[in-house]
């Protein structure tokens, strides 16, 4: 995944300059604008698969922006949990990124 030419690329034209946590939030903007379509019923898709389709929930987004990190050179992980989403009428699960910063 992280040999992908397009996928590096991608990454590099995102990062862009600055801070850590400035690189950081640049990949964060570029992983929210490039999953067009929100996909609830998607299944743990990779980070290559779901920068290639363009698609999925809150698992593919952590898991693209994971990826995207690691290949700038910043430490990531993956944390999933549970929140409180009036839209959803209760507790639901979801996964959102960590960076070392």
Not at 5 to 25: D, H, Y
Not at 38 to 50: I, N, R, Y
């Amino acid at each position: 995944m992280a040999d992908d030419p397009a996928l590096r690329a991608w990454v590099e034209a995102a990062v862009g300059e600055g801070t850590v946590a400035q690189r950081a939030e640049h990949l964060r903007l570029a992983v929210r604008s490039h999953i067009t379509t929100k996909d609830l019923g998607k299944g743990d898709a990779s980070a290559l698969e779901t920068f290639r389709t363009r698609q999925g929930d809150c698992t593919e987004h952590a898991t693209l922006l994971a990826a995207a990190l690691r290949i700038a050179g910043i430490p990531a992980r993956i944390q999933v949990g549970l929140v409180y989403a009036t839209d959803y009428g209760g507790w639901v699960g979801h996964a959102w990124n960590q960076a070392y910063i």
